[in-house]
């Protein structure tokens, strides 16, 4: 249900920072990178970028990290990025944190990349705070701890990153270096899932459901697995299928229950296809039919298992041994 998540991204800035580049053309390069047209961009950003501008070096580094308008080059990119890095551009100091730190284009140095990204984040930058943090959770480059990950989310998700607010609810949640603080996790987690945080709405579901540091809430619940749901996240899917199934906080629905759990089974959830399964068997809210009974039950037996799945491959064994 909850991971941490670690997930990075090059960003491609169109802020607007005072340089030598006239504002007009400033203005003109940022519209070209947001409306795709590659080619101009690149041919508004490399002259000044040449000329020593920092926001303009940073572009075009990011453009050639993504082989926009040039072909892709990372020894390019590292080398524009490292000129707008040496005159402060945080962006710029914030991307080569990440090559080094991923090993694109660089041979893979986790100390340089925390020198990189703590440049930026002393520059406020959230994206370098938030990875600094997941560098300190997974003891790269760094002794591991947690106080210090905490340290470094809590700066990211003040500023309202919402990967670092929903890793600092996975951490009160869970008790990861912090005392279980079911009123802390529900906290940040609101504050992840009130910008779209998929997984954030998913377990505030979850703790409505289960009544875990809340008072139970079906209907709650309901409403935050449709938030996640609606973007697609399969557990929510899966779980909103299950309270139709079994009519929690809802009239019972096996019309509603399938269609949710469909969407899931699409996605390869073991446990939403073992429930399709069951469905078939037994003529629940669809005509009887063992064939597509078995057939279910196979996409969620061929599943490897692993934690999360583990007792939905399970049955679905047990079943088709059962049709034999």
Request: aromatic share 10%.
């Amino acid at each position: 249900m909850k991971k941490l998540l670690l997930g990075v991204c090059l960003l491609l800035s169109a802020s607007l920072a005072l340089a030598q580049m006239p504002e007009e053309t400033r203005r003109e390069a940022a519209q070209a990178i947001l409306q795709g047209n590659d080619t101009q961009a690149v041919q508004l950003l490399r002259p000044w970028a040449e000329r020593g501008d920092a926001w303009a070096q940073y572009s075009l580094g990011v453009m050639y990290y993504r082989g926009r308008g040039v072909a892709q080059n990372d020894a390019q990119a590292r080398e524009w990025l490292e000129k707008a890095a040496a005159q402060g551009n945080a962006n710029a100091q914030f991307s080569l944190g990440l090559m080094y730190k991923n090993g694109r284009g660089v041979a893979q140095n986790y100390a340089q990349a925390r020198e990189w990204l703590e440049k930026a984040a002393a520059q406020g930058l959230a994206e370098a705070q938030f990875n600094l943090g997941v560098m300190h959770k997974n003891g790269q480059g760094v002794a591991q701890g947690y106080a210090q990950a905490r340290e470094w989310w809590e700066k990211a998700a003040a500023q309202g990153d919402a990967q670092a607010q929903y890793n600092l609810g996975v951490m009160y949640h869970d008790g990861y270096g912090v005392a279980q603080d079911y009123a802390q996790a529900r906290e940040w987690w609101e504050k992840a899932a009130a910008q779209g945080h998929a997984e954030a709405q998913h377990n505030l579901g979850v703790m409505y459901h289960d009544g875990h540091g809340v008072a139970q809430d079906y209907a709650k619940a309901q409403d935050w697995f449709e938030k996640a749901a609606a973007q697609g996240f399969v557990e929510a899917q899966t779980n909103l299928g299950v309270m139709y199934y079994r009519g929690r906080g809802v009239a019972r629905d096996y019309a509603k229950a399938r269609e949710w759990w469909e969407k899931a089974a699409a996605q390869g959830n073991a446990g939403a296809q073992s429930n399709l399964g069951v469905m078939y068997e037994y003529g629940q809210g669809v005509a009887q039919n063992d064939a597509k009974a078995r057939e279910w039950f196979e996409k969620a037996a061929a599943q490897t298992k692993n934690a999360e799945n583990a007792e939905a491959v399970r049955k679905a064994r047990q079943a088709l041994e059962k049709m034999r």
